[in-house]
């Protein structure tokens, strides 16, 4: 097998799977004092054919993995973790997972630690205007694959200087374990109500979080640019701009940068 074979920390999972209270997003549970990433790890215990719920979870990466083949920083401080799920939606439907994912994040952050971020579609967590969490989806045959970082304790000049953390940004104290079981209890609820029932009640959900609807952005997807209105998100979980020559259009990929 490629993937490394760390030791398992049984202390840690121990702590955690207390903190789990027996929610199936984290039935199972792989802990590390340290990793590569727990992107790759999950993937490889997902072509083993580990279940649906599995959850790898580290205290520091040194591989750490962002979107668009980014480096994601992960000292110390931070909870980084990926969840294993075996949707049986559409595939067409899989993107909309992030977006879960997020609202799961914001709801945890904010239950966790008593302030509110905002999201940044699709799935970026913001706070102050930075960004305190990130979310990446892998989706493989074997399964696919949630990936969480959010910085916690973080010392902000070990980030990014678009990044902050949840302490920088005057949170109460909180254990990143303890906001990896809130953001996985969140997430199970809004996956069983997306598996019964589709994306619909979740799109009500994330509108309040969404801080950058009714405001300018830039919108770079692929090669192209554009420049509008943020307005929603569409039935399907794409991102509708109204763009200043008057249209409408939606995006399913993108980076979106607040203008002012
Ligand atoms: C982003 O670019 O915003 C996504 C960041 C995702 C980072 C998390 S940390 C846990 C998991 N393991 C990784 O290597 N990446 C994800």
């Known amino acids: 097998m490629s993937h490394e074979n760390p030791e398992r920390d049984p202390e840690l999972e121990a702590r955690l799977a207390r903190h789990l209270n027996g929610c199936r997003m984290g039935r199972s549970v792989y802990a590390f004092e340290q990793l590569g990433s727990t992107m790759e790890h999950a993937h490889a215990l997902a072509r083993e054919g580990a279940p649906e719920g599995t959850l790898v979870v580290t205290l520091r990466q040194n591989q750490g993995r962002g979107r668009l083949g980014r480096v994601w920083e992960s000292p110390v401080g931070g909870a980084y973790f990926s969840l294993i799920v075996r949707p049986t939606r559409e595939l067409s439907d899989v993107p909309q997972l992030s977006l879960l994912a997020g609202l799961s994040a914001a709801e945890a952050i904010q239950r966790s630690t008593g302030l509110y ?141 607040l203008l002012r």
Request: proline fraction near 4%; hydrophobic fraction near 45%; charged fraction near 20%.
């Open 117 to 257: 971020p905002s999201l940044r579609w699709p799935n970026d967590v913001l706070l102050n205007g930075n960004k305190v969490a990130g979310i990446l989806v892998e989706a493989k045959a074997s399964a696919v694959i949630l990936g969480v970082g959010i910085n916690v304790t973080t010392r902000t000049d070990e980030l990014p200087d678009t990044a902050t953390s949840l302490q920088a940004g005057g949170a109460r104290a909180v254990d990143p374990l303890v906001l990896t079981a809130s953001l996985c209890q969140q997430f199970q609820a809004w996956y069983d109500v997306w598996t019964a029932e589709g994306f619909a009640s979740i799109r009500e959900a994330l509108r309040p979080w969404m801080g950058h609807f009714g405001q300018p952005v830039h919108i770079s997807a692929g090669s192209q640019q554009f420049e509008g209105t943020a307005s929603d998100v569409d039935e399907n979980g794409r991102l509708m701009v109204r763009l200043d020559s008057g249209l409408i259009r939606t995006f399913d990929v993108g980076e979106v940068t």
